[in-house]
């Protein structure tokens, strides 16, 4: 079982929906993360949150907004996507943004339609 | 930007048999990881390497941290069924505090009972 939970399992969505996913984490981590993976790919960096603050984002379209509300939870929410934002969204946290690995949540899988 | 080879991109195997796997890189790491990922899941921290010349081992998987900083390998001996699934290699990097994370493009490990 993962420590990182995310929710919703799946999402499908139209493209002039709003919905948010969420992550939760409960190990003391203060580093988070977003990662979109299409299928038979690596993950791929979107945004890095250290210590509730933005770090890192990987020049992700505005249609998708991060947020951290306190240490423990990670949300992005989305807006007007398109059919190519479908993916798995996974959701990760280290100890702090250095040397620690990363734990994975077991993602949201999105459809747009 | 930086890439890591990761080798083979697929491997068949029988069950019994030993596995082994490869990440080279023109670049130096700080760590390596090594994750695997099932379907509908999110990868699973399998070993984490933090020095050169590292040998760690996790039940029946062996993983190295290369001497130059720039390899690692990851071996499975006698392998079942429920080995199958993609295996990532990630390097990590440090910028300043910031740990920078790099995945291999993955092997699918498939494994005939």
């Known amino acids: 079982d993962t420590e990182v939970t995310q929710t919703p399992k799946h999402l499908v969505m139209g493209m002039t929906n709003k919905k948010s996913l969420k992550c939760e984490q409960h190990?003391?981590?203060?580093?988070m993360y977003w990662y979109k993976q299409k299928a038979k790919k690596p993950p791929e960096l979107m945004f890095v949150?250290?210590?509730?603050?933005?770090?890192i984002n990987e020049s992700v379209p505005s249609r998708f907004s991060p947020e951290c509300p306190n240490s423990s939870l990670l949300n992005l929410h989305l807006h007007a996507l398109q059919p190519e934002d479908s993916a798995l969204y996974l959701c990760?946290?280290?100890?702090?943004?250095?040397?620690?690995?990363?734990?994975f949540g077991n993602g949201t899988r999105l459809t747009v339609t | 930007g930086q890439q890591l080879n990761q080798s083979p991109q697929s491997m068949f195997i029988q069950e019994g048999e030993d596995v082994s796997m490869n990440c080279t890189s023109s670049?130096?790491?700080?760590?390596w990881l090594w994750y695997k990922q099932e379907p509908g899941e999110g990868p699973v921290l399998l070993i984490a390497?933090?020095?050169?010349?590292e040998l760690t081992s996790n039940g029946r998987l062996t993983a190295q941290f290369g001497i130059t900083r720039k390899d690692s390998f990851l071996n499975i001996s006698a392998s079942i069924p429920s080995d199958v699934g993609i295996y990532f290699c990630?390097?990590?990097?440090?910028?300043?505090?910031?740990?920078?994370?790099?995945f291999g493009k993955g092997t699918k490990l498939s494994v005939k009972p």
């Open positions: 990760a946290s280290s100890q702090d943004w250095s040397n620690s690995p990363l734990h």
């Open positions: 190990m003391g981590h203060r580093a």
């Open positions: 949150y250290s210590y509730e603050k933005l770090s």
């Open positions: 670049s130096i790491f700080n760590t």
């Open positions: 390497l933090y020095k050169a010349g």
């Open positions: 990630a390097g990590q990097r440090l910028k300043g505090s910031q740990g920078n994370l790099i």
